[in-house]
């Protein structure tokens, strides 16, 4: 056939990853009272247990604290971490995008200084991409560095950055300060830097969600200093290296396993014995879901052989937000309830939490029409 | 990774086999009710249709996950031929001591409704009861059945239609659906013998049931190869129609829901391996519940794309579409198969939920 396909090839996991799956479930077990539904919490202590297990930096080198593990022993810490309801926030970012990138781009003594304190779960890190301005147009970056002795001045603002009020550094995305004049290629002068939270200069406001709570923060960068260990890659070369971050930041089974519980609560609801609609209804998100991580599992296998699953990684985001936002949908139909955030019920509490943070679903880490448009690129079509 | 080269190059002469033989007007032409002879034979000369058969019952004890994996290249190709239905006469046949053939063969019953009944009569027996749609039986040259008898399930095999009265029928893509009742019809002792080797009437259905889902993702990435190939060619407004982003959008889910539905079929097949037979069934009604939705889906998204040319019998998306509108009820419906995956998850319980979908 002339189109191309996606593959998603059948993958059997190693027998290793059961293993782990049995110590991740007993580690979880011990942790039982940090668990949470959907909450995105962030425990410093319990990122310090699990750098412990080693389960941070599973798959990098050694020498830079990794564990050289394989990505299938990884996604089953992070499957096992999600459906849990896991606190990650404090080095879930590093794990997944920020380590990765840096290994790729950085520099031996930026290796050498982050990577084993990600590993370890000292460092955590944020994701300064997104602007007033510039939210799925990423190229469209108002932030601009200028090149002064022994660094960079940085000035601009940046929006929606997730816990920047608790991380301690930031893999900043800006251009470098061109002669004033429209630059035809919009890629162009594109740099990241690593920019330490604590530097002179930045004023970092909350911005509170929908949900009442404080993840959101705006940035402001005023004459910000970076000294030049802290480029990270090359000038100009921003562009590659942020799609690189993104397609490290979507390839994670995370856009499908948040809700776990919820289905879950929903399966509770319906007791041993439901009627045909109701089993139905389950049936079809279960389906959905086991259709989703064999399609997740078998990206792990790409990300295995060293491929690059740029385009499968936004089939799998754009039909896990779909299956995400379709559960509370589905539930409020078997199940209706009025929601109510503190509800002393489980269900209920569950069903107005998972409504509200549906809308976010298929907004973070690229819209579902950027990953529509991204499928799209990769059919051929743009 | 996990395909094999054996796999690789079955499913490269099964494609090219296909491309020579299996052209629009093959197709067309068996919708007149003729059957595609020509088509027939050049398969059957590979051997596959009998292939999963033990060696020393003609076959080559080939992976059950290779023949499926032929099945949606057929499927691809809307070949108007009992490819799985031979297949599985020959399991089940094979299985149990009785004759299979080198000719098309059809098995059933493939609803669940339907009932076959054998009684005991001298040293033979007499069938009674009704096969409904079942799938090419007027050009079978073998029919397999599974009956209820006097001390469990038991296989029947005829030839031909075997003294049952055939009634013609057909589903939406023309494909032969016919029904064979039997009325005390006279089986010597050695055209049924019990069920052994996992053949039963509940294993058949799942089997049936997820040849239907790996056909359909054949079909899907027919439809899709099309929608996407027209996209690129059709020009309005000056531009191909594929430069529209809401085109691009549509296109984009296409392409979702056709891997998506590869996938689904690809956990059922593995599943076929699996020593629990609740398993079994729990991952080929997932793959029946998801491959049916994605076809819902992405029928309307290829026609859509194609407009009205689409609609038309002279160009070709309807034989995949139609196909995916009748098989996506053969065997069991989405709606069946969700509602058997739900009940199973239940009736496991809400906390067994996680391991289900890990453990396997």
């Known amino acids: 056939m002339a189109t191309p396909t996606f593959?998603?090839?059948?993958?059997?996991?190693?027998?290793?990853?059961?293993?782990?799956?049995?110590?991740?479930?007993?580690?979880?077990?011990?942790?039982?009272?940090?668990?949470?539904?959907?909450?995105?919490?962030?425990?410093?202590?319990?990122?310090?247990?699990?750098?412990?297990?080693?389960?941070?930096?599973?798959?990098?080198?050694?020498?830079?604290g990794g564990h050289e593990r394989t990505s299938f022993e990884r996604y089953v810490v992070i499957e096992e971490m999600l459906v849990a309801g896991a606190p990650l926030s404090a080095h879930y970012t590093g794990d997944r995008q920020s380590g990765p990138n840096m290994l790729r781009f950085g520099t031996e003594e930026q290796k050498n200084y982050f990577l084993p304190r990600i590993a370890a779960g000292e460092l955590a890190f944020c994701i300064g991409m997104s602007e007033p301005n510039s939210g799925s147009d990423l190229a469209g970056t108002r932030t601009r560095a200028v090149k002064v002795d022994g660094g960079y001045k940085i000035n601009g603002t940046k929006l929606w950055t997730s816990n920047a009020h608790r991380a301690d550094y930031a893999i900043l995305f800006c251009k470098m300060s061109g002669d004033g004049k429209e630059e035809p290629d919009r890629h162009a002068g594109a740099t990241q830097f690593l920019l330490d939270l604590k530097t002179p200069g930045l004023d970092i406001r909350p911005v509170i969600n929908l949900l009442g709570e404080h993840h959101f923060n705006e940035i402001f960068l005023t004459?910000?200093?970076?000294?030049?260990?802290?480029l990270l890659g090359k000038e100009g070369n921003g562009w590659n290296q942020v799609t690189s971050e993104l397609s490290f930041e979507r390839s994670a089974p995370d856009r499908f396993l948040v809700l776990f519980q919820m289905l879950r609560e929903m399966l509770r609801m319906a007791g041993p014995t439901p009627d045909k609609a109701t089993a139905a209804a389950l049936g079809k998100l279960i389906s959905q879901l086991a259709t989703l991580r064999s399609m997740s599992i078998s990206i792990a296998g790409m990300l295995q052989e060293g491929l690059n699953p740029n385009n499968e990684a936004a089939v799998v985001k754009d039909l896990g937000t779909r299956y995400e936002q379709d559960i509370p949908v589905v539930a409020r139909q078997l199940f209706p309830t009025e929601p109510e955030l503190e509800a002393i019920d489980l269900y209920t509490s569950m069903i107005a939490r998972s409504t509200m943070n549906a809308p976010r679903f298929s907004i973070q880490g690229?819209?579902?029409?950027?990953?529509?448009?991204?499928?799209?690129?990769?059919?051929?079509?743009r | 990774m996990a395909i094999r080269d054996e796999t690789r190059m079955l499913l490269e002469s099964m494609n090219r086999l296909f491309e020579d033989h299996c052209t629009k007007q093959v197709a067309d032409a068996a919708e007149t009710g003729v059957f595609a002879r020509t088509l027939w034979d050049a398969v059957a000369e590979t051997g596959v249709p009998l292939a999963a058969l033990p060696e020393s019952a003609g076959g080559a004890d080939a992976e059950w996950s290779d023949l499926y994996a032929a099945l949606r290249v057929a499927a691809r190709f809307s070949a108007p031929i009992p490819l799985a239905e031979t297949m599985l006469a020959g399991w089940a046949a094979a299985a149990c001591g009785l004759e299979t053939s080198d000719g098309p063969m059809t098995v059933g019953p493939v609803r669940m409704a339907d009932t076959l009944t054998l009684a005991r009569d001298g040293n033979g027996w007499r069938l009674s009861g009704a096969a409904t749609r079942l799938p090419y039986a007027s050009f079978a040259t073998r029919v397999v059945l599974i009956a209820d008898g006097p001390d469990g399930e038991m296989v029947v095999g005829l030839n031909g239609t075997g003294g049952g009265d055939l009634a013609?029928?057909?589903?939406?893509?023309?494909?032969?659906?016919?029904?064979?009742?039997?009325?005390?019809?006279?089986?010597?002792?050695?055209?049924?013998?019990?069920?052994?080797?996992?053949?039963?009437?509940?294993?058949?259905?799942?089997?049936?049931?997820?040849?239907?889902?790996?056909?359909?993702?054949?079909?899907?990435?027919?439809?899709?190869?099309?929608?996407?190939?027209?996209?690129?060619?059709?020009?309005?407004?000056?531009?191909?129609?594929?430069?529209?982003?809401?085109?691009?959008?549509?296109?984009?889910?296409?392409?979702?829901?056709?891997?998506?539905?590869?996938?689904?079929a690809n956990l059922g097949i593995e599943a076929l391996s699996e020593a629990d037979p609740d398993r079994e069934e729990f991952l080929i009604a997932v793959a029946k519940t998801r491959v049916g939705e994605a076809a819902t889906l992405a029928c309307e998204i290829a026609h859509q794309v194609h407009g009205a040319i689409g609609f038309t019998k002279e160009y070709a998306l309807q034989l995949s579409t139609r196909r995916l509108w009748s098989w996506r009820e053969e065997f069991g419906g989405d709606p069946e198969w969700a509602a058997k995956v739900g009940a199973y998850a239940c009736r496991r319980g809400a906390d067994a939920l996680w391991p289900l979908l890990t453990d396997g």
């Open chain 1, 7 to 64: 593959r998603f090839d059948p993958v059997e996991m190693p027998p290793e990853a059961r293993e782990i799956r049995k110590e991740v479930r007993a580690f979880i077990k011990e942790h039982e009272h940090l668990m949470g539904f959907s909450r995105g919490e962030f425990n410093r202590d319990f990122s310090r247990a699990m750098g412990k297990k080693g389960w941070i930096g599973m798959t990098w080198p050694k020498q830079y």
């Open chain 1, 223 to 230: 004459d910000v200093f970076v000294p030049d260990n802290r």
């Open chain 1, 366 to 381: 690229g819209t579902r029409e950027i990953l529509r448009g991204i499928i799209a690129r990769g059919l051929g079509l």
């Open chain 2, 168 to 264: 013609a029928g057909k589903n939406i893509a023309n494909e032969a659906r016919d029904t064979l009742s039997f009325n005390h019809v006279r089986l010597s002792s050695d055209q049924a013998a019990p069920v052994k080797g996992g053949v039963s009437r509940g294993a058949l259905y799942r089997r049936g049931a997820l040849a239907r889902a790996t056909m359909m993702s054949g079909a899907l990435e027919k439809a899709m190869d099309l929608a996407v190939t027209y996209a690129q060619e059709r020009q309005q407004f000056g531009r191909p129609i594929s430069k529209f982003q809401a085109v691009q959008q549509n296109l984009a889910v296409l392409a979702g829901q056709t891997a998506a539905a590869v996938a689904a």
